[in-house]
């Protein structure tokens, strides 16, 4: 059962433009929740977050938008840069062990 | 601060054969816990260690061993081999914040040791 959902493998969009990425959750008792950053040949780095108690936040270019009723999130990056491609992966707290379950992520690519 | 390492980077095994991967963090955290990314899975948690002198078993844990040495260090073992455990493998660390229903972290990941076995 993937609690976590990233349905779109990949997107591709032109450097300057608007990237969205999408992420779907199952669970309602989820209350927080994370984006991860990953470059081939390292980890994952954290990006931004966001509880349950905002609608969104932002950091710089990143904003990340949710909407708990549709039991989603999504990921904006404006304007994306080429060097924002990357691998993102949406994450959830499953317990109060601060486990974290892991969408199946979205490779990004910003084009030139 | 180097944060978390993994050692080795890479390895090559034959069916059967064992290994350990080793992985350090630097942060005084209390959290450590084991991933395997596969193509179309996303990470998936094999063993995590909520503080030190305690392990418990995630999503995949068949074929895996840990151990929890201290609170810097983290290990995980393949006892014997299989094809099926082809992956990368992702050590990270964390420090708990209490909040909500759920605590939640921020989870630091080490670089990663790619593993094939053939």
């Known amino acids: 059962d993937q609690q976590v959902k990233q349905?779109?493998?990949?997107?591709?969009?032109?450097?300057?433009?608007?990237?969205?990425?999408?992420?779907?959750y199952t669970n309602s008792m989820f209350d927080y929740f994370l984006w991860y950053k990953k470059y081939p040949a390292e980890g994952p780095t954290f990006l931004i977050s966001i509880s349950s108690i905002k609608d969104k936040n932002e950091d710089g270019r990143f904003t990340v938008f949710l909407n708990k009723s549709a039991k989603h999130l999504s990921l904006h990056i404006v304007p994306s840069q080429p060097g924002d491609s990357a691998v993102y992966f949406c994450a959830a707290p499953s317990s109060n062990t601060g486990k974290l379950i892991f969408g199946q992520g979205t490779t990004l690519q910003v084009k030139p | 601060n180097a944060g978390v390492t993994q050692t080795p980077k890479f390895q090559v095994l034959k069916t059967g054969q064992s290994m350990t991967l080793q992985c350090?963090?630097?942060?005084?955290?209390?959290?450590?816990?084991?991933?395997?990314?596969?193509?179309?899975?996303?990470?998936r948690l094999i063993y995590y260690s909520a503080s030190e002198g305690t392990t418990d078993k995630g999503e995949v844990p068949?074929?895996?061993?840990?151990?929890?040495?201290?609170?810097?260090?983290?290990?995980?073992?393949?006892?014997?081999?299989?094809?099926?455990?082809?992956?990368?493998y992702f050590c990270a660390s964390?420090?708990?914040?209490?909040?909500?229903y759920y605590s939640y972290n921020e989870q630091f990941f080490g670089p990663g040791t790619r593993l094939t076995v053939l």
């Open chain 1, 7 to 24: 349905n779109s493998p990949s997107l591709s969009v032109q450097e300057g433009r608007i990237s969205i990425l999408n992420c779907d």
């Open chain 2, 24 to 43: 350090a963090q630097d942060m005084n955290h209390n959290s450590m816990y084991w991933y395997r990314q596969d193509p179309g899975m996303g990470l």
């Open chain 2, 62 to 88: 068949n074929g895996y061993n840990v151990s929890r040495l201290n609170k810097r260090e983290f290990s995980l073992r393949l006892e014997s081999a299989a094809p099926s455990q082809t992956s990368v």
């Open chain 2, 94 to 100: 964390s420090e708990m914040i209490a909040g909500g």
